[in-house]
Structures are given as C-alpha cells and as structure tokens.
C-alpha cells in the first residue's frame, strides 16, 4: 500500500516527546510511578492508516487513547488538524475532538444495551450538530448504510446485532460527526476471521472515500499489515522501530520487530520452512523497567553499551527509523530473520523450526 503524499503539507496527527504516567499503589507498599508511555512521536498524514503492534502491556492502548485526551499526558505535544490538544481544556478540548473519534475493541460494551443503535448514532448529533430529532434520525439511517446495514436497523438494540454488524454500529457513530482521524483500538479483534476482513475491507473504503486517516491498533500483525500504510512497533512503552509497511515487514531493523514477525503463521504448503525466533521470558514490570535499552533483557544480540544506554532512533534504508544500537555499533540485521549475527545473550530469543515452537511469555518462563 502507497503511502499518501504528504511532503508538500502539515501531518494531520503529530505526537511529539509523549509521556503517560501512572501511580501503580500496593499494599503496604509505597506507591510507585509507572512510565506506561515513553518519549514517543509519531505523524500521520491525512487519508494515511499508522499501524502500532506490539506484545500485552507494551503500550499500545494508552498511546491512542492519550492522543485522544482520554488519559493525562504528562508530558509531550499532541497536534491534531492544527490544535495543541494537550493546551485544551474544557469546551475547547470537547469542540476539537469532534474532528477525532476512537472504536473500541468490545462494541457491546461500548454501546448503550438500552438504547436502540439509532439513539446513540444520533445522540452526538444532536448534543453537538443541534440537529433536531428527525434530522439526526435521518442522518443514522445514512450512516447505518453506508456501513452496510438497512433502514431497518435503526430501532433495533445492540443485543439484536451480531459481533460483526454492532462493529458496524459503532463505526458509524464513530463517523456521525465526519472527523478527520480515527483511533482504532483493536477495532477487529473480538471478531472471527471472515467478520475481521469485512470490517478491515470496510475501514479501508472509508478512509479511501472520505479521507479518514487511522491509528491502528493490534496485535495481529497479518490485518496490520493489510490496512497500514506504516507501521511502529512498541516495546515497554517505547517505540523501537517505525517505517513502510512493506520495508518493515520484510527487511525489520529491530531484533524485537524480527520476533513478532516470525510467530506470524503462514499455512502455505509453497513457502520454504523459516526459522522462527522464541521469546523467552516475560515483559519487564514497567514500574521498575531495565537500564538502558529497554529489549536488552531479552534480546540475543545484546551489547555491552545496550545495558547502558538508551539507542536513540537511527535512519535505516528503505525509509523509517530504529531504535537499536546494532545500527550505529554494530553489524545491522538484514536479510535473513538473524542476520549474519551470532547471539550474545543466551537467554534471548532462540531459534526453532518444530510445529511447537512459540513466543513464550507465560509465567515461569525461562529467563
């Protein structure tokens, strides 16, 4: 997928420097400060998907929903369309986010059980458009279908729909207010296979036709790739590598990107057999993260200098940047999902071909 030219103007979204805290509290125990999102930037330029990947607790939801205001930013700029969103408050902060919306993963959890789905697509157009009653009706059974439901619709509840059609609910009131940009937090991933690709077929169509531009949030790095025009990796709150979608997935700069690539399954009988990298170990307690790099605990190439110093973001080619001091210090990774690299750390991730070979991140893995 071509990325939209954005050379000659201004990044719809640009996130610069931002930082999320949160006070983890313990029994008995002093409250701690847990740095959930770290020094992270990012553009997105408009009619453009940003996809961000990465493991559980790496981040990920936090960011997009401190982009949108939903959480405190405690440090860090959030421009989007123009305005200083983190500067807002009040009115102002709720007049700018009528040009930013978000869909959630759950759409039964975020639509109202005892309102038909009609109200609640209309209920932001009334409070914001003032809009009166059988305008905003109106105005639902359009976006009912242009999501591909029916008229018919409109009086139903959300228990009535399946998973598949209250996403579409909820992607049409997601567009009830026409905004420029959209968080999608994990917008697909409670839905069978055949219901994701109708929904990610879906997004795409709108944003082709209305110029909508996405923060794509998942885990499941086949659909990312499908809709992401780039893409940005997230480990421990930080981002360690971003670029071209199709550079990143098939030259990944960053020994974290490698592993989350090679647990993609791929079922195709014409495919060579692939190395696939094991994780070992879990993700470290953010309130009390590693010195340095942040993947150093885990990594197999680890360095001396990567338990010391936190790499800063290094131009690679083919376009996007890399947080990893093998780009500066040593020997790139390329090519193959290792490189010519031999591991330094053996408790990194290790290589394995068998059917049973997984990304181990359970408790009492080896570490």
Sequence with gaps: MSTPNSSTQAPLVDVRGLDVTFEK?????KARVVRAVKDVSFQIAEGETLGLVGESGSG???????????????AGDVTVAGQDLVALKGKALRAARRNMQMIFQDPYSSLDPSATVGASISEPLLVHEGMSAKDARARAVELLELVGLRESHVNRYPYEFSGGQRQRVAIARALALN??????????????????????NLLEKLRTEFGLSYLFIAHDLAIVRHISHRVAVMYLGHIVEIGPAERVYNDPAHPYTQVLLSAIPDASPYREKSNRILLKGELPDPANPPSG????????????ICKQQMPPMTSVDGGGDVACHLQTTGPALAGSPLGDLKPTNPAGPVVGTGPEDIIETTVGAEK
């Design 60 to 74: 990920k939801s936090t960011t997009g929903r401190a982009v949108l205001q939903l959480v405190p930013v405690a």
């Design 293 to 304: 790099c942040p993947f150093q605990t885990r990594c197999a190439y680890v360095m001396d």
């Design 25 to 29: 509290k313990e029994l008995f125990k």
């Design 179 to 200: 905004p420029k940009f959209i968080v999608c937090d994990e917008a697909v991933s409670a839905l069978d296979v055949s219901t994701q690709n109708q929904v990610i």
